[in-house]
């Protein structure tokens, strides 16, 4: 098999994080058919101090820095040593996307292979206690000096791929990890290739886990292994941080969006994993609430005080109150300026909605304006009922169910094809608990209000189910 050329790098950093991060001190060392044909070694002024403990850490300090080169006086060269290559680096991402970034800000497009040995050891040498490059270095007697400086660590990195490329003599592992279509080169250094290769392209919630299985981060998506590795192409401190601690990936299949925002939510409220945001509290709802005015109409209005003598419904936004409103009108021939819509002294001229009860210029008596508010206010009670809303499941012939109680959410379910479930109040036989909160709320009202011609099962019926009985979403 042909010969790679590698160009094996390590650089020190001012310890920022991926964005941010700028070198301190940079090392290139290009292997050829096994044998250094090239070395690069420099300090780097960042331009900025270098914080106390990476002082510590590394030895560089801003005196060593001060008088050394910035990288725009060694970007040519770095560029042209590694041109043909394949990048490896101990971690490969964390030196890649900060080179990367430096490059950027000179308005210079760095892109090379990446091979990271740091999974190649795990993959070639697996069953050692740990995988830092101090550790390999100890476990498998590869000598190391001058420990967390660039030529130090990069010359220990060159012994550690020798050693791996002689227990790949035909690069069959190497050639893996390179192909681009495998998303390799993105993983995390503590997941597997395989294990990524195994997650599904289906709907539901993941979980990012630590090394002992504690949940980092819960998201949700339409395709679990799309967005997975979404995460992995991320280059912000946050992501990177996240990928470095995280050990493995698990899942849940839902089979529906819906119901996927909705365990989200639940489970993060469960977990509150670390590197979730705070689920903040949501802010006071709009309360849709109606009086009689001084005419005797019946009119509606939002407002978001605590305490309303009637309220039908609440929303999260302004907007979706107003959609909301907006087709009520239609539906139910209101006048805009009795809903809310419009604060018109006169007769109404909303600029959407061109037509009118005329009640605003009495064009019908108040009484045959007040029964059409009340089979509107009949359709808002709805939303308040118990019932089902049927969804779609996780396999083909499986449905799945949302269950609403007064209108909150307060469990879900799948049915197969072959339950028994021929009467709504049967949902329970298959229902999984759980535990509303004002997120929650939110997505449903949201749902409620956006979904067109929902059909909700409505449950203490005594009609039994049929097939058209059930909305799929």
Same mark, same amino acid.
């Given at each position: 098999?042909?010969?790679?050329?590698?160009?094996?790098?390590?650089?020190?950093?001012?310890?920022?994080?991926?964005?941010?991060?700028?070198?301190?001190e940079?090392?290139?060392?290009?292997?050829?058919n096994?044998?250094?044909?090239k070395?690069?070694?420099s300090?780097?002024n960042?331009?900025?101090?270098?914080?106390l403990?990476?002082e510590?850490?590394?030895?560089i300090?801003?005196?060593?820095?001060?008088?050394?080169?910035?990288?725009s006086?060694?970007a040519?060269?770095?560029m042209?040593?590694?041109?043909d290559?394949?990048?490896?680096?101990?971690?490969?991402?964390?030196?890649?996307?900060?080179?990367?970034?430096?490059?950027?800000m000179?308005?210079?497009?760095?892109?090379r292979?990446?091979?990271?040995t740091?999974?190649?050891?795990?993959?070639?040498?697996?069953?050692?206690f740990?995988?830092?490059l101090?550790?390999?270095c100890?476990?498998?007697?590869?000598?190391?000096?001058d420990r967390h400086?660039?030529?130090?660590?990069?010359?220990?990195?060159?012994?550690?791929?020798?050693r791996?490329?002689?227990?790949d003599p035909?690069?069959?592992?190497?050639?893996?990890f390179?192909?681009?279509?495998?998303?390799?080169?993105?993983?995390?250094p503590?997941f597997?290739?395989?294990?990524?290769?195994?997650?599904?392209?289906s709907?539901?919630?993941?979980f990012?886990r630590?090394?002992?299985?504690?949940?980092?981060?819960?998201?949700?998506?339409?395709?679990?292994?799309t967005r997975?590795?979404?995460?992995?192409?991320?280059?912000s401190?946050?992501?990177?941080?996240?990928?470095?601690e995280?050990y493995s990936i698990?899942?849940e299949l839902?089979?529906?969006?819906f119901?996927a925002?909705?365990?989200?939510?639940?489970?993060?409220?469960?977990?509150?994993?670390k $590197?979730?945001?705070?689920? !903040?509290?949501?802010?006071?709802? &709009?309360?849709?609430? %109606?009086y009689?005015?001084q005419k005797g109409? #019946?009119?509606f209005?939002?407002?978001?005080?605590?305490?309303a003598?009637?309220s039908w419904?609440?929303?999260y936004?302004r907007?979706?109150a107003?959609?909301?409103?907006?087709?009520?009108?239609?539906?139910?021939?209101?006048?805009?300026?009795?809903?809310?819509?419009?604060s018109?002294t006169?007769?109404?001229?909303h600029y959407?909605?061109?037509?009118c009860s005329?009640v605003?210029?009495d064009?019908i008596?108040?009484?045959?304006?007040?029964?059409?508010?009340?089979?509107?206010v009949?359709?808002i009670?709805?939303?308040?009922e118990?019932?089902l809303?049927?969804?779609?499941?996780?396999?083909?012939g499986?449905?799945?169910?949302? $269950?609403?109680?007064?209108? !909150?959410?307060?469990?879900?379910? &799948?049915i197969g094809? %072959?339950?028994?479930f021929?009467?709504?109040? #049967?949902f329970?036989?298959?229902?999984?608990?759980?535990?509303?909160s004002?997120?929650a709320?939110?997505?449903?009202?949201?749902?409620?209000?956006?979904?067109?011609?929902?059909?909700?099962?409505?449950?203490?019926?005594?009609?039994?189910?049929?097939?058209?009985?059930?909305?799929?979403?």
């Amino acid at each position: 098999m042909e010969e790679l050329k590698y160009a094996v790098v390590d650089i020190e950093t001012t310890g920022n994080g991926i964005k941010g991060n700028r070198i301190t001190e940079v090392c290139v060392i290009i292997l050829e058919n096994g044998e250094i044909t090239k070395t690069f070694t420099s300090l780097v002024n960042p331009s900025q101090s270098i914080p106390l403990y990476i002082e510590s850490l590394t030895g560089i300090n801003d005196e060593m820095v001060s008088s050394a080169p910035q990288f725009s006086e060694v970007a040519e060269e770095i560029m042209e040593i590694t041109k043909d290559c394949i990048f490896v680096a101990h971690n490969v991402n964390f030196d890649y996307n900060i080179l990367r970034a430096e490059f950027a800000m000179l308005d210079m497009d760095f892109k090379r292979k990446r091979l990271c040995t740091v999974r190649l050891t795990k993959k070639l040498i697996p069953g050692l206690f740990s995988y830092s490059l101090g550790n390999i270095c100890t476990s498998i007697n590869i000598p190391i000096y001058d420990r967390h400086r660039a030529q130090g660590d990069c010359e220990a990195t060159v012994i550690l791929l020798k050693r791996c490329l002689s227990l790949d003599p035909e690069l069959e592992v190497v050639t893996e990890f390179l192909n681009r279509k495998s998303g390799a080169e993105y993983l995390p250094p503590h997941f597997k290739n395989a294990d990524f290769e195994k997650l599904p392209k289906s709907t539901g919630v993941y979980f990012f886990r630590d090394k002992d299985g504690i949940p980092l981060y819960i998201g949700k998506a339409k395709s679990i292994k799309t967005r997975i590795k979404s995460h992995f192409q991320e280059c912000s401190n946050r992501k990177y941080q996240l990928m470095q601690e995280t050990y493995s990936i698990d899942y849940e299949l839902t089979g529906s969006e819906f119901l996927a925002l909705l365990r989200e939510a639940e489970l993060i409220l469960k977990y509150y994993p670390k $590197y979730n945001k705070a689920q !903040k509290k949501v802010s006071r709802p &709009y309360t849709l609430t %109606s009086y009689h005015n001084q005419k005797g109409i #019946e009119v509606f209005a939002l407002h978001k005080n605590k305490i309303a003598p009637v309220s039908w419904m609440k929303f999260y936004t302004r907007e979706e109150a107003i959609s909301f409103l907006e087709n009520l009108c239609k539906d139910f021939d209101l006048c805009p300026k009795y809903t809310g819509l419009q604060s018109a002294t006169s007769a109404c001229n909303h600029y959407k909605l061109e037509a009118c009860s005329g009640v605003c210029k009495d064009g019908i008596s108040v009484t045959e304006y007040n029964s059409r508010v009340a089979k509107a206010v009949d359709f808002i009670g709805t939303y308040d009922e118990s019932c089902l809303l049927m969804e779609k499941g996780r396999t083909k012939g499986e449905t799945s169910f949302i $269950y609403l109680n007064k209108g !909150k959410y307060a469990g879900y379910g &799948y049915i197969g094809p %072959s339950d028994d479930f021929n009467h709504p109040d #049967e949902f329970r036989n298959f229902l999984v608990q759980s535990k509303t909160s004002s997120y929650a709320d939110r997505i449903v009202s949201r749902y409620l209000n956006t979904k067109k011609n929902l059909s909700p099962v409505k449950l203490n019926s005594s009609e039994e189910l049929v097939e058209n009985d059930i909305w799929f979403g």
